[in-house]
């Protein structure tokens, strides 16, 4: 009964919100005679959808091909970084002003530069650019992490004589899971975003980015926002994907009572 409550707040609640939004906005639209080039109607961002589905799966390949290697190297990075920047204080100290550095640094400025450095026929920039976003979030969040092993844990490590890698890898790592998954599932959205970005200023042809301002520049406000559609569907096979991951890792790690 309870799993059953649990599923319909989950995804039963989401979804119906999203029916009574989308009805709300297509009835405003018909009443004020919105025009399209303001925001078209959900019939006809659907309608343009259906219509280019084989254009918007493609250019979700791409979109979505450049988020998955930024968001898997800006992961593993951040994981590293992190392991060694709580095992070593120093490496801390010295590296937290690149960190807040690399927080600020602008999505806008960042991909012409990349664009520069490894070309602007291949892929590598904006892979680097979700990279860098994915970066961020965690190594702040698996850092902070690593920090909450309790002092008592630590003690009986070092009576059991443990090195600092096996009470990292029994002790530590495990207590940070939860900090990990929320740094993974904030990277997730933003692995996506920065790729879209990325696409808006250069490089090879392909990916929704390139597509909505064809299609804007064009004034087909509809098509465009079917692949701001896409956009959305990827975004959400990001963070639905790194959910379940994070259910099936705990769940397996969830301590015995």
């Not at 259906?50 to 799966?57: K, R």
């Not at 992961?75 to 070593?88: E, H, P």
């Amino acid at each position: 009964m309870r799993d059953s409550s649990s599923l319909a707040r989950t995804i039963v609640a989401p979804v119906l919100l999203g029916i009574v939004a989308l009805a709300l906005w297509q009835l405003l639209v018909v009443l004020l005679d919105v025009k399209p080039f303001v925001v078209p109607s959900p019939v006809a961002i659907a309608g343009s959808f259906g219509a280019s589905l084989p254009t918007v799966v493609q250019g979700a390949l791409v979109t979505g091909g450049n988020a998955l290697v930024g968001l898997i190297l800006g992961s593993v990075v951040g994981i590293v970084f992190a392991i060694i920047a709580a095992l070593v204080r120093v490496v801390d100290e010295l590296s937290a002003a690149v960190i807040a550095a690399l927080a600020v640094v602008p999505i806008v400025a960042l991909a012409p530069v990349l664009y520069s450095m490894f070309g602007a026929n291949v892929e590598t920039g904006r892979q680097l650019v979700a990279a860098i976003a994915v970066f961020i979030p965690m190594y702040l969040n698996t850092l902070r992490g690593l920090r909450q092993v309790r002092p008592v844990h630590r003690d009986l490590m070092t009576a059991y004589a443990a090195s600092p890698w096996q009470t990292t890898r029994y002790v530590t790592l495990p207590g940070a899971l939860p900090f990990l998954f929320t740094g993974l599932r904030i990277g997730s959205s933003l692995a996506v975003i920065s790729a879209l970005i990325a696409e808006y200023f250069g490089g090879p042809v392909g990916g929704l980015g390139k597509s909505i301002t064809t299609a804007a520049s064009s004034s087909n406000y509809s098509l465009a926002w079917a692949y701001v559609l896409g956009a959305i569907i990827v975004g959400l096979v990001f963070y639905c994907a790194t959910l379940a991951l994070e259910m099936l890792v705990t769940r397996r790690h969830r301590p015995a009572t």
